[in-house]
């Protein structure tokens, strides 16, 4: 049943890829942050089933908690919209 | 021109994306037997359960004693980025006092005490555990860097430094975690060994202490780089425009 | 069966190399200090996935590096999975935040002294700060 587990980190790193290239495009940095935050949720799930709850234990605190809030702190004492093409 | 450039750009990239994923492939990534080392580390499970615990602070140690230095020089270079003189420190104090103080609604309040106080439980009975079950200095600073968070989210800064968590506090904390963590990696010298040679001190207590020093040095190493961010920016700009001046 | 697993492996890691591009892509070309940094992390994020799975095996009763008592020591050791990426991921995660930590608190500063975080604006103005003195 490797099988199993394999196809299932493979789903989880395929939308990890999509919500990051999502982030990539949106000009909007507070959504660009939720993106990149459901991409971390994904990769959290990720590394669950790579068998580390070493990892999961302090990246998901970390990338889901700590990273998030202090991107937010700097949005807020920075600018919102990323000026682009 | 912008454009032209982004495409030779991510032609660039995706040909160094075939050559790295080509060669992962070929070189057989992953296999159904453990590399050498790896199975050493493993072999000593009976006596260290938790191994990676154990490799982190044992069998290499100094890596991990050398990403506290990192660790604590990222600290240090936020904080000196943003340094303040004493002058300055009372300025920003007498700005922040003439501030409009915001209040969360009683239920986020209660909701958040009683949250914070598990967080603290759980996150000190990681550290403390580390070296049987998942777990260690690392991931328990990260979760109370979560909950100090939360308690500078729904509390306000303000609130934090009058119940006695200012920036000298959290960093006089910070010192005595970093200090626990070098007295116990020296203490083997004193005792006849080499430097982080913590299977000399009695029972787990090198490991206990070790992981404790980290917890401490993380959680309030990441609080007080939040106290220091958390200045509004209005108040920060006057200080800097002064300086300029 | 074997085969079906190899070529999930295979496709994960092309993935992921793919995700490490993307984030350099990011980095390069977005003018935006802080969505430098949150490119730079989707990167790393990539690359500590990738370290893992060097340390993953595939048998199946495959279990984390921790043991247990009720497993016997003969069945850990041939299905746990290798502790070593996984203890030097794990502090490269803390540190990774540390560094973000630093990075952003630039990005601040360059923002209060010349009120941009864009950096095309940040170069015309520190050129003409070095044409024509402070």
């Known amino acids: 049943m490797i099988e199993f587990h394999l196809t299932v980190l493979a789903i989880v790193v395929s939308f990890g890829f999509v919500f990051s290239y999502l982030a990539m495009k949106e000009h909007d940095l507070l959504k660009a942050l939720a993106l990149s935050s459901v991409q971390s949720t994904f990769f959290a799930l990720g590394f669950y089933v790579l068998a580390a709850p070493d990892i999961v234990l302090a990246y998901l605190a970390i990338a889901v908690g700590a990273y998030t809030a202090l991107m937010i702190l700097a949005i807020s004492k920075t600018e919102r919209f990323e000026v682009g093409k | 021109m912008g454009a032209r450039r982004d495409v030779v750009v991510a032609l660039l990239l995706l040909m160094a994306m075939a050559v790295l994923s080509y060669s992962a492939v070929a070189s057989g990534f992953a296999s159904g037997s453990l590399r050498p080392l790896g199975a050493e580390y493993l072999e000593r499970a009976a006596s260290t359960p938790e191994v990676v615990t154990a490799i982190v602070w044992n069998y290499r140690g100094f890596d991990t004693l050398f990403e506290t230095f990192v660790f604590f020089l990222a600290i240090a270079g936020t904080l000196s980025v943003l340094r303040l003189s004493s002058r300055q420190e009372r300025e920003v104090r007498r700005n922040e006092e003439r501030e409009p103080h915001r209040k969360m609604d009683e239920i986020v309040r209660v909701i958040t005490k009683l949250v914070v106080v598990a967080i603290v439980a759980v996150s000190a009975s990681i550290a403390i555990h580390g070296q049987l079950t998942p777990g260690g200095g690392f991931q328990a600073g990260s979760a109370m860097a979560v909950a100090s968070l939360l308690l500078f989210v729904v509390f306000s800064k303000f609130v934090l430094e009058r119940s006695g968590l200012t920036l000298r506090h959290t960093l006089t904390a910070y010192a005595a975690g970093l200090a626990v963590i070098l007295v116990t990696v020296f203490l083997p010298v004193l005792m006849g060994g080499h430097l982080l040679q913590i299977d000399l001190l009695p029972g787990e207590s090198g490991l206990l202490s070790l992981d404790v020093g980290e917890y401490t040095a993380v959680t309030f190493g990441f609080l007080s780089v939040f106290l220091v961010l958390g200045i509004s920016e209005w108040i920060f700009k006057g200080v800097l425009r002064e300086e300029v001046k | ?134």
């Open chain 3, 1 to 134: 069966m074997m085969e079906t697993a190899q070529f999930m492996l295979t496709y994960t890691v092309v993935v992921l190399f793919a995700m490490m591009v993307l984030g350099i892509y990011g980095v390069v070309t977005r003018p935006n200090m802080i969505k430098k940094v949150i490119m730079l992390n989707i990167m790393g994020d990539a690359i500590n996935m990738l370290f893992i799975i060097i340390g993953y095996r595939l048998v199946y009763p495959v279990f984390p590096p921790v043991y247990e008592k009720h497993v016997g020591f003969r069945e850990f050791l041939s299905g746990a999975v290798d502790p070593l990426p996984q203890a030097l991921v794990l502090t490269a995660v803390v540190i990774g935040m540390a560094m973000n930590i630093l990075l952003v608190t630039y990005a601040i500063q360059a923002h209060r002294l010349y009120g941009t975080t864009d950096v095309r604006d940040l170069a015309d103005v520190l050129g003409q700060e070095r044409r024509e003195g402070p």
